[in-house]
């Protein structure tokens, strides 16, 4: 650590994309704040993505604010390393005060301020954003026998590229876009079958990610919007899957043997691996001393802010923090929101009586 924990008006939990997002504001907004990253380099969870993952719009409709995301040699959808790259010019580019890497394990209340205990010591803050995003909690359905599978197991957060599965029978599990993408990756050097637990919709051709985030914004405000089109964008990679013949669907199945699956006809399939592509849950645990979570697991919001304590935030976990948050667009837009109502509570804070 390279700077010893200090009192500062806001802290920053996270520096993926919804972080850096929330600095590019608080930077503007001349805000005393740091921003803690418990990786060891710039890029958040895009550093860990496998390399033919594409995302969903175009570069210019995924940019933080104020620069541009270059597009990529080539043209097309930016790719997780074109991302990383990005991420990396970008907090550089703002100077954005962030140390790293530094593992966050609780954040409690401690009179006017709220407590950030950290593996090198606690600092002390007014606010707080929590953006600390979702891929270190992968999710794994149960099924009945997944513990008796002698093949490979694994989930979309460890999934590095295609060649280990080379000749081998694998199983894809999960119809949204990392499914799609991972089939199609494996697809090239192995026999697979997709299974979904509803029929996966695939967006036409020319349908991104624009209008997902257009979707999500008006499913915020009780409107429909284009969710009867799909929700699988068709980059380059799922588009020749299609072009293959290989985005063909099996139901669920009910049950895993020692190798493989079985569906509820008593039907069943060998295979050497299965992928999980089931997706991921929210990082909250650091947030747990604060006691805010609901039934559903997840902290009630107004917006951002967490409904049972005002000096907390919670940016990019997905469409219950802010439509599409999750997201690179998503992320600027509830992030811009998200500081200027936490500026204007410091403003009224640090005023004398």
Same mark, same amino acid.
């Not at 694998?170 to 494996?186: E, H, K, P, R």
């Given at each position: 650590m390279t700077r010893a924990p200090r009192p500062v008006d806001v802290l920053v939990i996270g520096g993926g994309q919804a972080g850096l997002a929330a600095g590019y504001y608080l930077r503007r907004a001349q805000a005393d704040f740091v921003i803690l990253d418990a990786y060891g380099a710039p890029g958040g969870a895009w550093q860990h993505a496998w390399p033919s993952l594409r995302l969903f719009?175009?570069?210019?409709?995924? #940019?933080?604010?104020?620069?541009?995301?270059?597009?990529?040699? @080539? @043209? $097309?959808?930016p790719g997780a390393a074109d991302t990383v790259a990005y991420l990396a010019d970008y907090e550089q580019r703002y100077q954005l005060p962030i140390v790293r890497p530094v593992t966050v394990h609780a954040v409690r209340r401690g009179g006017e301020h709220l407590l950030v205990d950290t593996h090198a010591g606690t600092w002390?803050?007014?606010?707080?954003?929590? +953006?600390? @995003?979702?891929?270190?909690?992968?999710?794994?359905?149960?099924?009945?026998?997944?513990?008796?599978?002698? $093949?490979?197991?694994?989930?979309? $957060?460890?999934?590095?590229?295609?060649?280990?599965?080379? $000749?081998?029978?694998?199983? &894809?599990?999960?119809?949204?876009? #990392?499914?799609?993408?991972?089939?199609?990756? &494996? #697809?090239? &050097? +192995?026999?697979?079958?997709?299974?979904?637990?509803?029929?996966?919709?695939?967006?036409?051709?020319?349908?991104?990610?624009?209008?997902?985030?257009?979707l999500a914004t008006r499913r915020t405000r009780g409107a429909d919007g284009v969710g009867s089109l799909g929700d699988i964008v068709a980059v380059p990679p799922v588009r020749q899957a299609r072009d293959r013949g290989v985005l063909k669907a099996q139901p669920m199945f009910d049950r895993i043997t020692s190798t493989g699956i079985t569906w509820p006809d008593g039907t069943g399939l060998d295979c050497d691996a299965i992928i999980w592509c089931t997706g991921f849950r929210p990082a909250l645990g650091h947030l747990a001393p604060l006691r805010l979570r609901g039934p559903d697991g997840l902290i009630p919001v107004e917006g951002t802010r967490a409904a049972g304590e005002p000096r907390l935030h919670l940016l990019g976990y997905g469409d219950w923090t802010g439509p599409a948050s999750a997201t690179l667009i998503g992320a600027s837009r509830t992030a811009r929101d998200t500081v200027a109502e936490i500026m204007a509570a410091t403003s009224t804070s640090n005023q004398p009586p």
């Open positions: 719009s175009p570069a210019q409709y995924s #940019s933080l604010p104020g620069r541009m995301m270059p597009t990529p040699p @080539g @043209g $097309g959808y002390q803050a007014r606010q707080v954003i929590s +953006a600390t @995003g979702t891929w270190s909690r992968p999710y794994v359905p149960y099924y009945p026998g997944i513990a008796d599978f002698r $093949g490979q197991q694994m989930h979309t $957060g460890g999934y590095r590229g295609p060649e280990p599965f080379h $000749g081998r029978r694998v199983v &894809v599990v999960g119809g949204a876009n #990392s499914g799609a993408q991972i089939l199609a990756d &494996v #697809s090239t &050097v +192995a026999d697979t079958t997709w299974v979904t637990l509803r029929p996966p919709r695939l967006l036409p051709d020319e349908v991104d990610g624009r209008a997902l985030f257009t």
